[in-house]
């Protein structure tokens, strides 16, 4: 009996999770990482919380393999500390943990609300426009010719003033057709729509980036809510 009970006790943050955001599932489990595809010794979970270990020297992804979402409100907790990271949202796996599409940096504060395509390649001709698509208190609106027109919303610095180095922070992924939001803290950080003929993307992959050469970024409490039919 008494094993049950700390058995129920280690899924509770889970049940309280689903009771309190109707809709959304957690995508880990707390323990260890099922359904998550890493590069080998790049990833582990310590203390319900999934760690970067810094063993890398390469770039690398780790994938979420339960889907690959369309419109969707993703959540969670992140924790940055050095080095380079991200969230990858809709975005193609081009294998051995490799993943080219959007992401949104987490890195230090003078960069955060970042929309960026991950892997673009530098000869690419749309490169300009997508590389860097925009900054804290932009919206940053891309045409079906691939032109990028970006309108600032609110001072760049304020916004970056909500993020917090080296402490725990909420991000919140907002995907609905062609708009794509990032909000951390509960603040609107960046707003991108992209009607790219070519290189938008409606679906694709959830996965976190490790830069390599020393990265160290925690993610916890994930869970995602489809709003995709």
């Not at 970067?52 to 393999?65: A, D, H, K, Y």
């Not at 369309?70 to 924790?79: I, K, N, S, V, Y």
């Not at 051995?96 to 504060?109: D, K, N, P």
């Not at 609905?176 to 707003?191: E, P």
Request: aromatic letters at 10%.
């Amino acid at each position: 009996m008494k094993t049950i009970s700390i058995a129920l006790l280690g899924l509770l943050p889970l049940f309280l999770q689903a009771g309190d955001e109707p809709g959304f599932v957690p995508l880990f489990n707390g323990k260890d990482l099922e359904g998550w595809d890493s590069k080998p010794a790049a990833w582990e979970v310590r203390d319900g919380e999934i760690w970067c270990t810094g063993e890398s020297v390469e770039r690398n992804w780790l994938i979420w393999r339960g889907g690959q979402p369309a419109d969707f409100t993703l959540r969670l907790e992140f924790r940055w500390d050095k080095g380079n990271s991200g969230v990858q949202v809709r975005s193609d796996d081009l294998g051995e943990w490799q993943v080219f599409g959007y992401q949104i940096e987490i890195a230090r504060r003078e960069v955060m609300g970042l929309w960026h395509h991950s892997l673009i390649d530098r000869d690419h001709p749309k490169r300009e426009a997508r590389f860097l698509m925009s900054t804290a208190g932009e919206r940053a609106y891309i045409a079906e010719d691939g032109t990028r027109v970006n309108t600032q919303l609110e001072d760049t610095e304020k916004i970056q003033a909500h993020y917090n180095e080296n402490e725990w922070n909420t991000m919140e992924i907002i995907a609905s057709g062609d708009v794509l939001i990032q909000k951390i803290n509960g603040i609107h950080f960046a707003t991108l729509i992209d009607n790219d003929s070519v290189m938008s993307r409606k679906k694709g992959f959830i996965a976190f980036q490790d830069h390599g050469k020393g990265c160290t970024v925690a993610f916890r409490n994930i869970r995602l809510k489809s709003s995709s039919p």
